[in-house]
């Protein structure tokens, strides 16, 4: 009916339409692949130094994520533009207007990883392309930006450089990174944020255990799951932590240090707070075995989780030991314990490194893991402290080992 209506040489009109509307497009995705939004470039940093510099806090003063460095490392970025400069400035407030997508969708993923201190007072970092890819697959989950790993590792080193005298080289103690992204964009609209922020603050800390390793009761959390099949468990948002301080509240209430989060009927082990699990036991065949759960989508592929994995292939595989990235059950372990074959439990972490654990409440029941009343760790977790330490604090040298150049 309207091409009837329409004059002859119309007929040509929406093929021109499409035509035009061709080059047009062609031209659009020409210029989103040749000209190329900005990535990070770390040549183009700015650095403002502080005029005041901090105190130290005392080292025995010491509070995980209390007190801060004297600078931050800030990078903003637009869908228009990519990237922009970095800047290292003086630790200071943020400016975000109230209505940033951030307060109000929880655009946030973040990363926690540590600069240690060696003998020759070197400052290195610990596996940080590890925390580099997992920060890129935690900000492409929530739509917003990704990055260039390898550039910013150099920012990090900068700006980790330039906070040295807050590293103390005496074991235990390092500067914790914190690699924060967060959609600043002015709506209310749901949508992907067309503007972000990633900076990286430092806080020095302290060793976990100052008086040695304290074995920690955990209560397993039958009645709220952390994560699941499909989830964002295995991201780092902070939309994934907030729910779990309730059951930790809970589990506290009753007299322990910390949850156990199990998954589904089968009371599948998952995490320990927010640390990954280990369990070392002996299998009905006798034979010994390490297990951690596999990254099944509910698991976050925890840095530490990995190293443990690596490092125990290397050096406890060649001793008989079986490593299984498996599935394994509340029940599996109740068993294991009643039979005296679960031999240890720990859970693993930046903070931490590894944490020992003595005893799982569940179903009215302690599961012993394996300790004597005297003894506060198993000689697997004492043996990977000492593994990885060895390897963070340069005493190893080691290619997980990432020098700062000075
Ligand atoms: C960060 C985190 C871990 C540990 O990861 P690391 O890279 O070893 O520090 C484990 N579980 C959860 C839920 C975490 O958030």
Same mark, same amino acid.
């Given at each position: 009916?309207?091409? +009837?209506?329409?004059?002859?040489?119309?007929?040509?009109?929406?093929?021109?339409?499409?035509?035009?509307?061709?080059?047009?497009?062609?031209?659009?995705?020409?210029?989103?692949?040749?000209?190329?939004?900005?990535?990070?470039?770390?040549?183009?940093?700015?650095?403002?130094?502080? #005029?005041?510099?901090?105190?130290?806090?005392?080292?025995?003063?010491?509070?995980?994520?209390?007190?801060?460095?004297?600078?931050?490392?800030?990078?903003?970025?637009?869908?228009?533009?990519?990237?922009?400069?970095?800047?290292? #400035?003086?630790? +200071?407030?943020?400016?975000?207007?109230?209505?940033?997508?951030?307060?109000?969708?929880?655009?946030?993923?973040?990363?926690?990883?540590?600069?240690?201190?060696?003998?020759?007072?070197?400052?290195?970092?610990?596996?940080?392309?590890?925390?580099?890819?997992?920060?890129?697959?935690?900000?492409?989950?929530?739509?917003?930006?990704?990055?260039?790993?390898?550039?910013?590792?150099?920012?990090?080193?900068?700006?980790?450089?330039?906070?040295?005298?807050?590293?103390?080289?005496?074991?235990?103690?390092?500067?914790?990174?914190?690699? @924060?992204?967060?959609?600043?964009?002015?709506?209310?609209?749901?949508?992907?944020?067309?503007?972000?922020?990633?900076?990286?603050?430092?806080?020095?800390?302290?060793?976990?255990?100052?008086?040695?390793?304290?074995?920690v009761s955990l209560e397993a959390t039958d009645y709220a799951?952390?994560?699941?099949?499909?989830?964002?468990? *295995?991201?780092?948002?902070?939309?994934?932590?907030?729910p779990c301080i309730l059951p930790q509240l809970e589990a506290a209430k009753r007299g322990f240090h910390q949850n156990l989060w199990?998954?589904?009927?089968?009371?599948?082990?998952?995490?320990v707070g #927010?640390?990954?699990?280990?369990?070392?036991?002996?299998?009905?065949?006798?034979?010994?075995?390490?297990? @951690?759960?596999?990254?099944?989508?509910?698991?976050?592929?925890?840095?530490?989780? *990995?190293?443990?994995?690596?490092?125990?292939?290397?050096?406890?595989?060649?001793?008989?030991?079986?490593?299984?990235?498996?599935?394994?059950?509340?029940?599996?372990?109740?068993?294991?314990?009643?039979?005296?074959?679960?031999?240890?439990?720990?859970?693993?972490? @930046?903070?931490?490194?590894?944490?020992?654990?003595?005893n799982i409440s569940w179903k009215g029941?302690l599961?012993?893991?394996?300790?004597?009343?005297?003894?506060?760790?198993?000689?697997?977790?004492?043996?990977?402290?000492?593994?990885?330490?060895?390897?963070?604090?340069?005493?190893?040298?080691?290619?997980?080992?990432?020098?700062?150049?000075?």
């Open positions: 009916m309207l091409r +009837q209506l329409r004059p002859r040489s119309a007929f040509k009109q929406p093929s021109r339409l499409i035509a035009a509307w061709e080059r047009s497009y062609s031209i659009q995705a020409e210029s989103a692949s040749t000209v190329k939004l900005q990535d990070i470039d770390p040549a183009k940093v700015s650095v403002t130094k502080t #005029t005041t510099p901090k105190e130290l806090v005392p080292q025995n003063e010491l509070v995980f994520g209390r007190s801060f460095t004297d600078h931050m490392l800030s990078l903003e970025w637009t869908a228009s533009e990519g990237w922009l400069p970095a800047r290292i #400035t003086p630790y +200071q407030n943020l400016s975000l207007d109230p209505a940033s997508c951030v307060f109000h969708y929880a655009f946030e993923c973040f990363e926690g990883m540590k600069a240690y201190k060696d003998k020759q007072g070197k400052v290195r970092l610990f596996r940080p392309t590890k925390n580099m890819a997992r920060m890129n697959k935690s900000s492409a989950r929530i739509a917003l930006p990704t990055f260039d790993g390898a550039a910013m590792i150099q920012l990090i080193a900068q700006f980790a450089a330039m906070e040295e005298r807050f590293i103390s080289s005496t074991r235990g103690y390092s500067l914790y990174l914190r690699p @924060t992204m967060i959609g600043t964009q002015r709506t209310l609209g749901v949508g992907p944020p067309g503007s972000a922020l990633l900076y990286v603050i430092a806080s020095p800390v302290g060793p976990y255990y100052p008086t040695g390793f304290k074995a799951v952390r994560a699941w099949p499909g989830g964002v468990g *295995d991201k780092k948002l902070g939309a994934n932590y907030a199990l998954f589904g009927e089968e009371e599948f082990v998952t995490e #927010t640390m990954n699990m280990f369990v070392a036991l002996k299998n009905k065949q006798g034979q010994k075995e390490l297990v @951690t759960a596999p990254l099944d989508g509910t698991i976050l592929e925890g840095v530490t989780r *990995d190293s443990i994995l690596s490092l125990a292939r290397e050096r406890l595989a060649p001793e008989g030991w079986i490593i299984s990235e498996r599935k394994y059950t509340m029940p599996e372990l109740a068993e294991a314990a009643k039979e005296g074959r679960l031999l240890e439990a720990f859970g693993a972490g @930046t903070a931490a490194v590894v944490s020992p654990v003595r029941n599961v012993e893991c394996g300790l004597r009343p005297d003894q506060e760790a198993g000689e697997i977790t004492r043996k990977m402290l000492g593994w990885i330490e060895a390897i963070q604090y340069g005493d190893e040298e080691h290619e997980w080992s990432y020098v700062v150049p000075q």
